[in-house]
């Protein structure tokens, strides 16, 4: 029947949420944009299209500028881009600095990479 289809939609989309987050903020960066956690590892949520962008595999997850997101595994870190909502550096690095001319420098071990805001790397 129609009543159970809809009943075994909504089930899907409550548990796919329950794997993926016990908790999730009332806001963070914006009102669609939330962290949610889910055994001490946080994710990324989409309030407004009900979607998870990151799933809870990270360690941290900060505001790094007004277009992106610090994401942590441990002491290594990437950007995820709210603009183009996707990871964009790599979470591999010891260091990230902040956007120059639409660049940013990621170093690790001590050797600097370099990359735009769509998360190409330059060379």
């Given at each position: 029947?129609?009543?159970a ?7 899907i ?40 962008l ?33 990871i ?19 170093t ?13 790397e330059?060379?």
């Amino acid at each position: 029947s129609i009543c159970a289809m809809f009943f075994l939609k909504w089930l899907i989309k409550k548990l796919h949420y329950k794997l993926n987050a016990d908790n999730i903020e009332g806001s963070f960066i914006n009102s669609e944009v939330v962290r949610i956690a889910r055994k001490s590892r946080i994710g990324l949520f989409d309030k407004s299209k009900n979607k998870v962008l990151l799933s809870s595999t990270y360690s941290n997850i900060e505001k790094f500028d007004n277009q992106h997101l610090l994401i942590s595994k441990g002491n290594k870190k990437g950007l995820y881009s709210l603009t183009y909502r996707k990871i964009i550096v790599p979470v591999m690095y010891d260091s990230i600095s902040q956007f120059v001319n639409s660049v940013t420098s990621a170093t690790v071990q001590g050797t600097e990479h370099h990359y735009d805001v769509k998360g190409n790397e330059l060379r």
